[in-house]
């Protein structure tokens, strides 16, 4: 297993080391020890999530504003464009984002630190996803970023719109949301 850092640092991109042979595949998709020494310090995963979701669903940008949650997410089928957004006020890359593509079949995760909102673009037709959180949800600190929002500039790639849920169609432009200090 090996950490790639992205165009912001903290946010990794980590390979897996992948067995295979003419019966399939094999990989450690998480191991403790090794994790920790990937990112450099101690977490503590306290809840596994998992979502199915169709072609061009987009969901978030979400973050809890109080109990924030380091996500630790990969695809299990399909493929979707990820996205991290730094909201840290007190940050070198505040308002900065990464995107990658994660696959099945490239088997990669993204290792997206509290502090940061997490959405994703669904690729294929459709895409099972599963994340590691180290907070607990708690709907009354979950916030909310306009997924197209201008001053991020994300660029989603999209080739018609996306299906949004009404939550986040109504969600708050970045230079107005609550963030982190």
Request: proline letters at 6%; aromatic letters at 12%; one cysteine or more.
């Amino acid at each position: 297993m090996k950490a790639i850092p992205l165009a912001i640092p903290e946010v990794l991109l980590i390979e897996p080391q992948v067995f295979g042979d003419d019966r399939g595949f094999f990989f450690e998709s998480y191991n403790h020890n090794k994790f920790t020494e990937l990112i450099c310090r101690e977490v503590s995963f306290v809840q596994d999530n998992h979502s199915r979701s169709v072609n061009n669903v987009l969901r978030g940008l979400h973050y809890q504003i109080k109990f924030p949650q380091g996500k630790l997410v990969r695809v299990a089928q399909g493929a979707v464009l990820d996205v991290a957004v730094d909201i840290r006020k007190n940050s070198q890359t505040f308002g900065k984002h990464v995107s990658i593509e994660l696959s099945a079949e490239n088997k990669r995760m993204l290792w997206i630190p509290e502090g940061f909102a997490h959405g994703f673009l669904v690729l294929s037709n459709t895409a099972e996803f599963l994340y590691k959180t180290t907070n607990y949800w708690q709907p009354e600190y979950e916030r909310s970023i306009l997924w197209n929002d201008i001053d991020l500039a994300i660029d989603w790639n999209l080739n018609s719109p996306p299906i949004v849920s009404e939550k986040d169609k109504s969600a708050t432009p970045f230079l107005s949301a609550e963030l982190f200090p």
